[in-house]
């Protein structure tokens, strides 16, 4: 299913070499200013040509087709369009025989019989995650203006994500080095993602199923290369006493909302039962290092049937995860424009 | 909303306290034979009684409203209750006024007002987990016999998790110290989870939204107490390199069907691009200690509106993650039972 | 699916001669005084023993199992359930092999393979109305107080479904001959039922798929012996003119919402695009005469592989369609109640 | 929602005025072979430029942006795009002020606030069965193929939509003479489309909520302009006694599936509880006369807030049932390709 959420709803189109890529959003409210422009800045900061991300460089125009009218939102089905352009689609041509490792080369063989896009990794590639950016860019703007009305611009709405290691390095003043040697020895590094999103209310989210936790969670994981998830604490909680983890209650509240009492540490990252606590929602995301590298792998040709040394063709981040604060940051603005909706 | 899944799904209702929990299951195909007793087994693994378990043992005897005929399913909507009975409610009386840390208590007031059931969480009860185990129970029936019908019986399904640690200490033969320790300060224990899948075919999930980890991760987090779910090498993927995390592919695969070739190495967790691989899944959950603790600790009283020294009332785990392998377990086949009925 | 509803959710369950049958409502609001008294009235009209009714008479007592606490629901899953007492179950032995003219046996022998409980049509059953009754009495709730609340009590939600005509006939008074003589000829009738609905603001609805004609037709057309649906003027609006079906706007508008001026004629019957207009909702429903009649029918034996005469065994109603003005009347609601919480 | 189907999905986007119109469509097997030539047929049925129809004639050009690759459909969402070209938005300017009688111009301002696109009816247009069409193309594809794989070749799937009458009239030749008068009149005419659908398997559809019959009046009254559907006798059922209407089985079936027996009445239109019985789905749909005409109208101005004289600016059809059966045979198609699908 390609479509996400159950009243702001997200839906991507398109492959890495196709024509274009798009999304249609669904259940915009009517009324938001809108116009190509404002997603200029968070296009930009997904975008490669830095060091350690791919050289395939992209223009990433938006191009509003529809539910857009003299400038703000209709309440109608919005759809946003990108251009692919910067393409080489000779790259790709064996891929069916040897799949990379680490793709989804091997699997959409399996799952679509042969008769999936290859090029680029097609519907599977990391490309789509720029409509994601984008549908990010307008969720966010619901959530900045709703959070502001409701508290009659008291809270303000944040969402924040930022890189806490790669390749398992903290500090950022060694990353430089970090990605140099990496690409020398033709490998590549993974990272971690954190996210604080502040200023939502409390009582979002749902009890069991569609928990704050679940909701987001599922939408994190759709992004290409996260292999987990954690929340507040996460894992760590698990090393932790109740006496240490639980987030007692006081009258001078993180949260800050007029009238309600939040709790003053933040072990939970935001929620309990799965409902927000008013706390600001904090959560980590890991990135795999990327699965295309220079370096000779010894894998399997499937049409000469035997083990054959390989080397990944096309152009690739040295390490992708520097490219995805940004659409992490978009997948939990998603998520929250429509529990927010729901609530 | 309260219901999970889109081919088979699950909806479950009723509170901790109330006069029965119950789960309804929709597209449950017709024909597998089911009776009462085949919930025995995983409720009995579920039960409380042991070290680090609550002293409320209830019967949790399951009952088939509907959906069975004459010992098997007949494809309309499957309900199984059962009956809560060693309930005392009277321990729950304060909660509005002093919610318990770490529980929902407070987000199930901001949320519904204070017209929720306030008695043993209500509706945000882990007790509610048992009508869970019952629909696991019938998702594993659903995936053996799909997975030996398709396979002719060359392959058996298998879904299989275990507490890895508790309170950090991965040695087993620690433990019983560790809880009775933590039983003496009026403490708590968290755990670690790992669940193993095999037997599932390759091709299962969709890009994108409906990954095989998304859906999980989904699934896994509605389960009260969940902070982190991570897939293959997880977290530790992030500080590994492409050339040491990627699964080249082998004629000798561990999957074993016939006919396809998997990766000999397993640190994706069973799944490329989202799209299970023929590898075992493989992933783990982390459970936060429990939030009901005998020590005092130092909260907010919301009706005297000063701070105070509270002590959880009722009868609780000292480690509730010892009763959640066959809740995970559950969850996993609740998921690829839909996955396998899309696919 | 056994659901309906993207808010307010509702889920059926059960079947005729199974030892309950119920309803799980999700989305339904907190705070809503209910208790089982309530569901007298509507229950008490779809009830049977007037004359052209079935003589199996059930107590048909509501049970809340969850949802409630100490009178009001509480936000979370309510189940209302119904247990089966009256039920003679040797009379269905034959109709795998025979099936039912008119009846789902056979359609469900072709789906389930033969596992469907056939006793008394099943899940089939019209007996499943029962619970829809249910949840159509706290929709009706849901709307009364939200209409209230939104326009300071002037305006009152009312929903009312009438029988225009049975077997053709339009004048009531001519009614009780009617089914005197098909009774007496071992025979049934059908009939038509017209809702009109008021009260509910403008607006409700979506473009395209679903517009409230869409969602009113799905929930109808599943009363079980539904053969059409048609709003405003209906099919007649296929044979007028433009200039005399279009309904053109007036300040002083029947709807009487303060502020919105809306339509004095009504043909459309309370939407334009697929979206309220104010106007009271008109639609009509048509029921087909009942399809277990005494009278002999040839039809043909599956086991004999022959033609045969058969006779219909069990109790039936010779005019189902005067019990079902109430369950046309819960389907509207059902339907309202989840677009008013989407608006 | 601008989504419709469970597992084949349809979801559309556009405004009649606005760039470009669309449809993209998830759950689309792979392997499907398709190209643009293949919607030619289809859309030139529905386009217009036939005595009754309106002179805005528009390329409709079909444009697949994603989900073909080498001439086949390769499993991921399938997106088609139509660009608007004949366009005249300054008839359209007074909309807000005078919505025009039986249109969508009052609500949608109710609903949107003013914030939609009012040019032709914006997301409200008829234009947008364009895409509708097209999705229906592929459905027909996906059907064909579908049936006769599974019935090794025996059985062919044919979808076919009629007008049966113009403005009441059922006798073709005189519905030229009818549609002259009513254009000099400056008036419109309404009609009725029958569509019989043959050899789909028995056993599609779900009981109660997702019957046929409710996920078909959903998607035929999602089509503008829509009063009425009805099924096999439809209307006409009321008035019939059961001993008429039944449909008695016998060993010559008009379905015709190998070893299925099926009815050889057909008054039910193919179904029994809601799921197909092998019969050809049989089903009417009434269409109100167009709105725009362009005989003087007397209604409110809103901006002057007094009774006006008011003539429909624009381009319309004279009876756009003409146009519809198409259409209807796709919506058809698009619900049957979902449950064939599911089952």
Same mark, same amino acid.
């Given at each position: 299913?390609?479509?996400?959420?159950?009243?702001?709803?997200?839906?991507?189109?398109?492959?890495?070499?196709?024509?274009?890529?798009?999304?249609?959003?669904?259940?915009?409210?009517?009324?938001?200013?809108?116009?190509?422009?404002?997603?200029?800045?968070?296009?930009?900061?997904?975008? #490669?040509?830095?060091?350690?991300?791919?050289?395939?460089?992209?223009?990433?125009?938006?191009?509003?087709?529809?539910?857009?009218?003299?400038?703000?939102? /209709?309440?109608?089905?919005?759809?946003?369009?990108?251009?692919?352009?910067?393409?080489?689609?000779?790259?790709?041509?064996?891929?069916?025989?040897?799949?990379?490792? *680490?793709?989804?080369?091997?699997? %959409?063989?399996?799952?679509?019989? *042969?008769?999936?896009?290859?090029?680029?990794?097609?519907?599977?590639?990391?490309?789509?995650?720029?409509?994601?950016?984008?549908?990010?860019?307008?969720?966010?703007?619901?959530?900045?203006?709703? !959070?502001?009305?409701? /508290?009659?611009?008291?809270?303000?709405?944040?969402?924040?994500?930022?890189?806490?290691?790669?390749?398992?390095?903290?500090?950022?003043?060694?990353?430089?080095?970090?990605?140099?040697?990496?690409?020398?020895?033709?490998?590549?590094?993974?990272?971690?993602?954190?996210?604080?999103?502040?200023?939502?209310?409390?009582?979002?989210?749902?009890?069991?199923?569609?928990?704050?936790?679940?909701?987001?969670?599922?939408?994190?994981? %759709?992004?290409?290369?996260?292999?987990?998830?954690?929340?507040?604490? *996460?894992?760590?909680?698990?090393?932790?006493?109740? #006496?240490?983890?639980?987030?007692?209650?006081?009258?001078?509240?993180?949260?800050?909302?007029?009238?309600?009492?939040?709790?003053?540490?933040?072990?939970?990252?935001?929620?309990?039962?799965?409902?927000?606590?008013?706390?600001?929602?904090?959560?980590?995301?890991?990135?795999?290092?990327?699965?295309?590298?220079?370096?000779?792998?010894?894998?399997?040709?499937?049409?000469?049937?035997?083990?054959?040394?390989?080397?990944?063709? *096309?152009?690739?981040?040295?390490?992708?995860?520097?490219?995805?604060?940004?659409?992490?940051?978009?997948?939990?603005?998603? !998520?929250?424009?429509?529990?927010?909706?729901? %609530?």
């Amino acid at each position: 299913m390609n479509t996400f959420g159950r009243v702001f709803r997200v839906s991507i189109f398109g492959e890495s070499h196709g024509e274009e890529i798009g999304v249609v959003l669904d259940g915009v409210e009517p009324g938001i200013e809108l116009s190509e422009k404002d997603f200029a800045k968070d296009i930009d900061r997904r975008r #490669s040509g830095a060091k350690g991300t791919t050289p395939r460089i992209e223009a990433d125009e938006p191009h509003i087709l529809s539910g857009v009218y003299e400038g703000y939102t /209709t309440g109608a089905p919005l759809t946003i369009v990108f251009r692919n352009t910067n393409t080489r689609s000779g790259d790709y041509a064996k891929l069916k025989d040897i799949p990379r490792p *680490g793709h989804a080369d091997f699997t %959409a063989n399996v799952k679509y019989g *042969g008769f999936q896009d290859p090029r680029g990794g097609g519907h599977f590639s990391g490309r789509l995650t720029l409509p994601i950016v984008a549908a990010g860019v307008v969720a966010k703007k619901i959530l900045a203006e709703t !959070v502001s009305e409701e /508290t009659h611009g008291h809270v303000q709405f944040r969402c924040e994500a930022r890189l806490m290691e790669i390749g398992g390095i903290a500090d950022p003043s060694k990353w430089d080095a970090a990605l140099t040697q990496a690409q020398k020895e033709g490998d590549s590094l993974g990272g971690v993602v954190e996210c604080v999103v502040d200023g939502i209310p409390a009582g979002l989210g749902e009890p069991f199923w569609d928990s704050v936790e679940s909701v987001l969670a599922h939408a994190l994981f %759709a992004i290409p290369g996260v292999r987990g998830v954690e929340f507040g604490d *996460g894992f760590a909680a698990a090393r932790m006493k109740g #006496s240490e983890h639980n987030d007692c209650f006081t009258a001078d509240g993180i949260g800050g909302h007029e009238g309600i009492v939040t709790p003053v540490t933040n072990h939970a990252g935001g929620m309990n039962g799965g409902i927000t606590n008013g706390n600001p929602l904090v959560f980590r995301v890991a990135f795999k290092p990327t699965s295309s590298i220079a370096k000779t792998q010894r894998t399997y040709d499937f049409a000469a049937q035997e083990m054959t040394d390989f080397q990944v063709p *096309g152009r690739h981040d040295t390490c992708f995860a520097l490219r995805t604060p940004v659409i992490v940051e978009a997948m939990a603005a998603i !998520v929250l424009a429509d529990l927010i909706d729901i %609530a």
